[in-house]
Each structure stands twice: as C-alpha cells, then as structure tokens.
C-alpha cells in the first residue's frame, strides 16, 4: 500500500509540476481553453447557436485532453523496469494501474472542471447548462481517465502509439460523449445517469484490462 501511494504522489507531483516533455496537466488545461477561445471562430458569433453547439464541443475537448498525455501514462516506468520491480515485490499489476487511473484523473480532471467556468463564458452558456456541464465532467472524465489508462496499457512497447491510441480511444469513448452532451440540455438528468453508470464501468474495468496487457507486455 505504501509503495501505491508513492506511485500516486509522483505521478500527481510530474502531472502538476508538468514534468517529463509533455507539460503535465498544464497542457490539456491549455488545450481545452484554446477550443474553447477558437470554437466561436469557426461558427461565428451567434450567442443562442454558440450556447447550443458549445457544450459538446468542450466535452471533446476533454475527450482529446484526456488523450493527449496516453504515451506518457505506463511507457516510462515500463521503458526504467519500475514496472518489472513492483511485480518482483508481488505488487499486482490492476493495483498499480489502479494508482494510475487515480493520479491521471487527479491530473486533469479537477483542472478540467475549473477551466469550464471561463470556458463557459466564452461560449454564451447560461448558468444552469455550467451547472449540468460541471456535474457531468464530474461524472464522465473518470472514465475518460480509464480509457486512457486502458489504452496506454494496451498500446505499450508499439510503434506509434501515440497515433493508434487515438484510434483506439476515441471510439470506445462515443458513450460517454453522447451522455455527457445529452445531459446539458433540459432533460438532462436521465443522461447523467446513464453516463455515471457508463464511467463507473469503465473504471471498474479499465485496471483489469491494463493488468492482463502489462502482464502480456511483460511476458
């Protein structure tokens, strides 16, 4: 247990120091932000459209932040063998995947969540729609953390997994896509809780199938 909340504290501590060459979590904070800034470009400033079409833009663009560090979630400690050490103290490999999925949601998930209030600002969404917008991120981008997770584990040791991560990921998140726009509009509480439920399973999934790809990775 010990050494799972060392692996949680470190990768929190690279996430937010934005250590390693990817920016840690100022990255995705910085992506999201710039959809959110350029999105009224490319409609045009129409306040009603802008607040109509601007919640799903920004629920892709937490999609595609939660996809931008997926190389960097497993590959290092498996490319310096911390992996391989944890295994050799009979560490399993769902609880290390485990401490993962938690550090990368803590990550960018929280900062996601505040960066939505200006993000909402910038797309004429009214105060009830932030409020459904909030909950809904809240819900969902846990299980976009573990789709990443699962995805990083699955991809690991490929050429050009960065590139087939995408491919891999973006599919698999259409549900949590769905609910999470669906869920913005008036009717919206039946869609959150279709989209916990669709998070909760990918969570509870998502160290299990990291697990059995490491230990094939490994073997």
């Known amino acids: 247990m010990r050494l799972l909340g060392q692996i949680l504290w470190r990768d929190l501590r ?12 100022l990255l995705p904070l910085i ?7 350029l999105f009224p470009f490319a409609i045009g400033p129409d306040a009603a459209l802008l607040a109509k079409a601007g919640g799903g ?8 932040a939660a996809l931008l560090p997926v190389d960097r979630l497993i590959a ?36 996601l969540m505040l960066a939505a209030i200006p993000a909402a600002g910038l797309l004429k969404l009214d105060g009830a729609t932030l409020l459904r917008l ?3 991120l809240a819900l969902g981008t846990p299980g976009l953390a573990a789709l990443a997770l699962g995805t990083s584990a699955l991809t690991l040791g490929l050429r ?22 669906g ?37």
Not at 14 to 25: K, L, R, T
Not at 31 to 37: E, Y
């Open 134 to 136: 909030e909950a809904g």
């Open 31 to 37: 992506f999201f932000l710039l959809v959110a800034t």
């Open 76 to 111: 290092p400690d498996a490319g310096a063998g911390v992996l391989d050490q944890l295994a050799v103290r009979g560490i399993a490999e769902e609880a290390v995947a485990g401490a993962k999925l938690l550090a990368h949601w803590l990550g960018f998930g929280p900062p």
């Open 160 to 181: 050009g997994a960065g590139a087939l991560a995408g491919l891999v990921m973006l599919p698999l998140a259409v549900p949590i896509l769905i609910f999470g726009a």
């Open 14 to 25: 690279h996430a937010y120091a934005g250590g390693g060459s990817g920016g840690g979590a």
């Open 57 to 64: 833009a920004l629920w892709m663009a937490a999609l595609l």
């Open 183 to 219: 869920a913005l509009g008036d009717q919206g509480a039946g869609a959150l809780k279709l989209l916990a439920a669709a998070s909760l399973l990918l969570v509870a999934g998502a160290p299990f199938a990291a697990g059995a790809a490491l230990r094939a990775a490994r073997e």
